[in-house]
């Protein structure tokens, strides 16, 4: 069974710090390319980093960009969303999602999340101002 399980959610004071964790079983964990989405009450799901098979590139948001750091161990099955100076505006459900290497559009469409054909349930980050 394929499955993304999130993990590390959780209420933080603004400027605090998360790290959120998305194990995978049931695939081949270094032939996809991983991402983070999260999607806020009210608003539609938006990207916010990706890493390729192979650990690089990484790709991020403007709006995370030098605040979040998104790194893989292929050994392990897992890919981690290290977010700091977390703002309350960061409140949403975070979700991470796969898509199989051999799609070479993960490189232009990396923020699409067509792009990716597994996902998981996804974890609560709450930023209290």
């Known amino acids: 069974q394929v499955q993304l399980v999130e993990s590390g959610g959780g209420l933080v004071q603004a400027g605090g710090s998360l790290i959120l964790s998305c194990a995978a079983s049931?695939?081949?964990?270094?032939?996809?390319?991983m991402a983070w989405f999260r999607q806020a009450p009210g608003k539609e799901r938006e990207f916010v980093a990706a890493?390729?098979?192979?650990?690089?590139?990484?790709y991020y948001a403007d709006t995370v960009k030098g605040r979040f750091s998104i790194s893989r161990d292929n050994a392990k099955n897992t890919v981690n969303l290290q977010m700091t100076i977390l703002k309350p505006e960061d409140t949403a459900i975070y979700c991470c999602?796969?898509?199989?290497?051999?799609?070479?559009?993960?490189?232009?469409?990396?923020?699409?999340?067509?792009?990716?054909?597994?996902w998981g349930q996804g974890t609560q980050v709450t930023v209290s101002s």
């Open positions: 999602a796969a898509a199989v290497r051999g799609d070479a559009r993960f490189y232009s469409t990396f923020r699409d999340g067509h792009t990716y054909n597994i």
């Open positions: 049931g695939l081949a964990f270094s032939k996809y390319h």
């Open positions: 890493i390729a098979w192979q650990s690089s590139p990484t």
